[in-house]
């Protein structure tokens, strides 16, 4: 059953189109990310969903219910924003109850449910404080509270965590994916940037440019079967490696740029037909190194343009076929500069995109 | 002292590596010029009020010996108790205080409905972007520049015709319009650097129009309040060009009676009563800056920096 359904949306501010012919279907209970560089739409299509912005044309249903014309508060969603958005002269009490006030829930009724969120989110002693003396972490907390205490179906989180820093945006992280799994049936469309998030979180990832959906999947099928090559440079980091070339189908399947020729028979096409330009695309992640690389279907010798040491990896920059080759490699691994070393890949894992339609092959 | 910094030789110290605070001498060019002109500044300003409370409280015969800038011999409050009491203006012989009394209440209902009116003005053109808003907006900053002159006639007839003219609610109803276009554009930009993003979790938290002003927006205005209580305060009550036209000798505001005291050509011209009405006059607005001051300037520096 959808919780969310958003049928053929339309929405543009005067001559420009933000959203052109939306769909999207989200299930009841799911967690769907929707993932894109800024200014894709994704907040404007949450904002939209939310009964913030008026569309122009199509329908948005919450739980069965064309809510296309209801105000925000009737439409069943909890709203989390970037900047917390706490009324400023509010205890963190004043901040959950408001909502509620407003409803006319009875007063027990709202001591209870501000009980109950309170402790779900750790955030009985704050209380009394108003959000000026929180910290950035708990007035992300008392937010996400606020809409808790709403008891909706629905949630909606706008970039949650990213005025955060990086160890507390890892922390919520995981607090946001454990209240997912305390709530349950309860919906979750979460807008980010961040692929890390979008990877974590997800149940599926849509993701978005210039205001159409480009690929809607689990995190699994995106990271492994981009649909094109759009998603296939957005997602993973470092990012893929992209070798342009030629498909040829005739006899042995096989990805020719200049000198390097990697046979192609393990690879699952998914467009039987077309030949020709193509841009191959083999994660920095995936390529073994050293004597690993033997093993590979495909290996080839490249000598170390530079080295750039983060840690647990270690990531090298070299050329293959006269192009940009990264790859990954054990930290602990020396690797130095100028170097000559031997590095393979199993086609199978790679993708392939055709020159033009830049869509999968 | 300290044995390792008494061996020091104090040429060394003098050649020392620069370390820490940098020193600042205090008569430096730059200290002269700037407290110079200050101090400039402030004796042409305050020069004529001393000349005008020295003068207040003068009697008459000292004044005629012309010494304008002396303390005074004998000091007398008579001038102040004459402005403020028995000082004739026309037909009427009570002095300020009819005047006073009718500014204020000419000032404060004029005060709180411009700002009332204003402020929700403000908040649904910042917030609530109707249809013809912006087209809206563009006359009312347009009416900010159109001179009073022009408009002075036609709201006579229409005082009038409604029959309000010469009355003090006509006055009122008056300012209150004047007031609306450069308050309106005062707390629609004030508004505006309130993040969006609350507006928008008050609608989903179900507040409607008023839930989010008065409960979101107010609370968090106080700031621009005062300032456009300020302005207001001062504008209305030195006003004389409305309240000479739209008002009678019997519901004269406070400066309209200030001048035809001043201005009166009967008789000797008692400087001191004219220099005690002038700051009983002023004393107002002054008051209001001197409580006020600080947060004015919070305000104002609110409403210029986002955030």
Known sequence: MASVSVKNLFLSFGEVKVLQDLNLEVGRGEFLVLLGSSGCGKSTLLNCIAGLLDISDGQIFISDKNVTWEEPKDRGIGM?????????????????????RNAGVGRAEIAKRIKQAAELLHIEPLLKRKPAQLSGGQRQRVAIGRALVRDVDVFLFDEPLSNLDAKLRA???????????QLENTTMIYVTHDQIEALTLADRIAIMRGGAIQQLADPHTIYNRPINKYVAGFIGSPSINFLDGA???????????????????????????????????VRPEHIAFGDAAADSPFTAEVRVDVVEPMGSDTLVWSKLGGQDFRFRVDGQIPVSTGENVRIGFD??????????????? | MDSSTATLPTSHAARAEPRGKKPQRRLSRRNIIIYGTLTVAAIYYLLPLYVMVVTSLKGMPEIRLGNIFSPPLEITFEPWVKAWATACTGLNCDGLSRGF?????????????????????????????????????????????????????????????IGLYGSLTGLVIVHTIFGMPILTLLFRNYFTSI??????????????????????????????????????VTGIWNDFLFGVVYTGPETYPMTVQLNNIVNSTQGVKEYNVNMAATIITGLVPLIIYFISGKLFVRGIAAGAVKG
């Open chain 1, 247 to 281: 498909v040829t189908r005739d006899g042995k399947p096989r990805f020719t740029s200049g000198e390097v020729v990697v046979d192609l028979e393990r690879y699952p096409f998914e467009d039987g037909s077309s030949d020709g330009a193509c841009a191959f695309g």
């Open chain 1, 347 to 361: 086609p199978a894992r790679a993708s392939i995109f055709d020159k033009k339609t830049e869509l999968r092959l």
């Open chain 1, 80 to 100: 989390v924003f970037q900047s917390y958005a706490l009324y400023p002269q509010m205890t963190v009490e004043g901040n959950l109850a408001f909502g509620l």
């Open chain 2, 101 to 161: 009394w009718n500014s204020v209440r000419i000032t404060i209902p004029s005060v709180i409905l411009s700002i009332l009116v204003a402020s929700v003005n403000g908040y649904a053109l910042a917030n609530w972007r109707f249809k013809g808003a912006n087209i809206f907006f563009t006359i009312l900053i347009v009416g900010a520049f159109i001179p009073y002159q022009v408009m002075l006639y036609p709201i006579v007839i229409i005082l009038r015709e």
């Open chain 1, 171 to 181: 922390e919520l992280r995981v607090e946001i994916k454990r209240l997912h799994q």
């Open chain 2, 195 to 232: 993040p969006e993003e609350l507006f928008k979790a008050a609608r989903v938290d179900g507040a409607g129009f008023w839930t989010i002003y008065l409960r979101i927006m107010l609370p968090m205005s106080l700031p621009i309040f005062v300032v456009a209580m300020i302005i207001q």
